[in-house]
Every structure is written in C-alpha cells, then in structure tokens.
C-alpha cells in the first residue's frame, strides 16, 4: 500500500513538473515503443510471423487514439493535484490561523486575570485602609457622642453634632468601600439579631434631619405606630441603605423636601420609601444607577460621589428578601423604594435583666483612642474600669485582683 502511494505520488510529481504536454509526448513515446514490442511478440506466438503491414496499422491507430487519452487522464490528474495542493495550502492556514487565534486568546485571558487582580489588590487595599480608619473616627464618634450628653451651650452642640454626624457619615462610607472587596469576592453576609425598629428609625431620621437641616430642607417621617417593635434583621445593614439614600436624596435635592415613609405590606413584609423633590433622573438611567461606579452625567448634577452606594444597597436589599427600586421625574423628584423581608422577634433578654450598678471590669486593649472611648463610655454607666494595654499585664492583672467582666481585645500585640 504504502508502496503504491510512493509510485502514485511520483507519478503526480512527474506530471506536474512536466506539464501535460510534454508528459502526454513521453508517455506516447513509451506506449509506442510498448505497442510495437507487444505487436511484434503476438504475431510471432500466434501466426509465427511478422505482418509488418499489420502491425504498422495498429501502431498507427493506437498512437493516434493514445495522445487524447492520455492527455485527458494526465489533465484530470494534474487538475486532481491541484485542488489537492490548494486544499492542503487552505488547510495549512486555517491551522495556522486557529493557533494564532488560540495564542491570542491566551494572551486576552491572561491580561484579564492580570486586571482583576488588580482591581482585587486595589480593592483590597482600599478596605484595609478603611478598616485602618475605622479606629481614630470609632475615637471621634464615642468621644463626640459622650460630650453630647453633657452641658453645653448651643453654638458647642451644634459644632458637636456636625463633627458627629461627619464621623457617622464617613463610618458609612467606609462601609461601602469595604464593602466593595466584598461583593467582588461575594462575600457580604448578613447578621441578623434582634433589632429594635423604632430606635433604629429615630436614629436614621435623627441623622437625615441634621443633613437637611444643613441644607435648608424640610424632613418628614412618615411612620405608622403599628409597626412590630422587635424584628430580626442586620441593622448596620438596613442603616447602610438608609444612610446611602437619604444622603442622595439631600445631595440632589436643592430645595424642598426629603420624605423618609415606611409601611409593612405583608407578614414580615416591610417597605421603605424615601422621597426627595430634587432634580430627578432621566428615564435612560433610572437601571443604570444601580450599576458599580455609575454616576449619572449632567450638567444638573455636578456633585461629588463614588457610584457604589445605590450598587451596595441593592445587593444587600436582595441579600434582606427585597429589592431597591426607583421611580422619578426630571425636575420633580425621586422616590426609591426599599423592601425587605423581617420576622418579628421578641426584645432580647438581656434587655430585661439591667447588669447590676457596681461592677469591675477589666477593659484589655492596645489601641490607645478605643481605650478612651470604651473608658469613658463605661464609665459614665457607672462601672469601675481598669485598663490592661497588653495580655502579660492583663494576666498581671487578672491574678491579682477580682473582675465581675472582661472586655478583651482578641489581637493583642503580645498574644
Ligand atoms: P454617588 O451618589 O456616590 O454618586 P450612588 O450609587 O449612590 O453613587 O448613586 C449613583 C448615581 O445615581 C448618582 O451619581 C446620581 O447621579 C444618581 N442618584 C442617586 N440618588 C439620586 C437622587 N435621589 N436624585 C437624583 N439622582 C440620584
């Protein structure tokens, strides 16, 4: 077979290297010669003599008839070899092309990796600062909120509360950014506890209020009293969304109102709405404005923002049952609507059980700014605080005297 293919092959190479002329001229010359050998031997066997006559007229017919034949074979052969050699070249190429193709996409998906991880470094980096941060204004907000409760005159608490409310706000912001490690890795979780809904709401209303207030805005709560009291939700979550709309609604609202309405709509059912008589949304981007990093882009709305908040209220509302939707009317104003989904729960127990007045403490904790804001908080509820700055004193300390409570830091810089 493989024998066959060799001669066959030799025999295309030959026809096409001689072209069909020369090699239909060869190959009558050859049959010629063969013809008359042929010719000769048969007579000679047969009728034991030479008809030279005879055998002249064969030969010329055969070398008549044979060009033609052998022309047409040689042209179906080199016509064969041709598209033969064209189909292999083609071939050859889309070999060629698909590797390179491959290589490119090689090229594309490895650039790719090399972009998320860096977008996931950067992010990463961001919450760490964040957290970093979280420290020194943990420090402004305890301190700011102590001073609060003691006299003061108005100009000191009004100066007071905007240092409050700022530390609160960027407290928030930084729950956003870390945040945004988080949904890249999707990894935001929820912590769901008892949480008292009235105190949560006051809290949030307390704050949009002074927001308002700075920009000469009107608030309102709209809040039925038949609302359960308990509900087990992640409240530092539902005040993140909160937090995120109200401080939109008073960010694009120029004068006017900021409307703050909540209802239940079914058992363990909940709606939130807050509505704002500010500069609206174009239909085109009431979707997209829940898109990462989607700021809408108008002349009407030059301020300053990261895109991320109403990215994160949404995912964490889907994380709660709900949703975060929008409806709005240029120049009118927006509403976005919260739902979410909450059982009722019972108030915690140890709500009940007030701890007694007298107790010692044993507060261990290395960051200087958490020690004064944890002091001073117990303190004022009436406790006898002593302070441990790393786990050796705090042993120290422990084995020589007697603590009803220890509050520890659970990353000491010793052990
Ligand atoms: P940021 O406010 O930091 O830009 P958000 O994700 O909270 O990011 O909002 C995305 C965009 O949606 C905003 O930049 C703004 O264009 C639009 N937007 C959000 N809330 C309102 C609102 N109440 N009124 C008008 N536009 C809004």
């Known amino acids: ?234 409240g530092v979550r539902l005040n993140q969304i909160l937090w995120n709309l109200i401080t939109n609604a008073v960010k694009f609202t120029q004068q006017g109102s900021v409307t703050l309405s909540v209802e239940q709509t079914a058992d363990n059912e909940f709606a939130i709405r807050v509505t704002d008589t500010g500069i609206g949304i174009d239909e085109a981007d009431l979707e997209k404005i829940f898109e990462l990093y989607y700021q809408v882009n108008s002349n009407r709305n030059k301020s300053l923002g990261s895109g991320i908040g109403l990215s994160i209220s949404k995912t964490i509302a889907q994380l709660m049952g709900g949703d975060l939707t929008v409806t709005s009317e240029i120049g009118r104003g927006s509403t976005f609507l919260l739902t979410f989904k909450a059982e009722e729960a019972l108030p915690p127990s140890d709500e009940n059980s007030k701890l007694p007045l007298k107790l010692n403490i044993l507060l261990v904790e290395d960051i200087e700014v958490n020690v004064v804001v944890a002091k001073s908080l117990l303190e004022k509820l009436g406790y006898q605080i002593d302070v441990a700055m790393t786990g050796a004193q705090a042993i120290e300390k422990f084995e020589q005297n007697y603590y009803d409570l220890v509050f520890l830091d659970i990353q000491l810089p010793d052990m």
């Open 1 to 234: 077979m493989k024998n066959f293919k060799y001669f066959a092959q030799s025999y295309v190479d030959w026809v096409i290297r001689l072209g069909r002329l020369r090699f239909s001229l060869l190959g009558v010359m050859i049959l010629a010669v063969l013809a008359l050998c042929t010719q000769i031997l048969f007579s000679l066997f047969i009728v034991h003599q030479i008809s030279w006559v005879d055998i002249f007229r064969s030969v010329t017919f055969g070398l008549l008839t044979a060009p033609f034949v052998i022309y047409f074979f040689t042209l179906l052969v080199e016509k064969l070899e041709h598209s033969r050699i064209d189909l292999s070249s083609s071939v050859n190429r889309l070999e060629n092309e698909v590797a390179e193709r491959i290589a490119a996409q090689k090229k594309l998906s490895q650039a790719l990796e090399k972009l998320e991880k860096n977008s996931r470094d950067k992010s990463t980096l961001l919450a760490t600062i964040s957290h970093e941060l979280r420290t020194p204004l943990n420090g402004i907000v305890g301190l700011s909120q102590n001073l609060l409760d003691d006299e003061l005159d108005d100009r000191q608490r009004n100066y007071l509360k905007t240092i409050n409310i700022s530390a609160v706000s960027l407290g928030y912001i930084f729950s956003d950014i870390i945040d945004l490690e988080k949904i890249d890795a999707r990894r935001i979780e929820l912590h769901r506890k008892e949480t008292d809904f009235y105190a949560l709401l006051n809290d949030i209303s307390n704050f949009a209020l002074l927001m308002a207030e700075e920009k000469r805005l009107e608030f309102h709560l709209n809040c039925p009293s038949t609302l359960p009291n308990w509900l087990m939700l992640d």
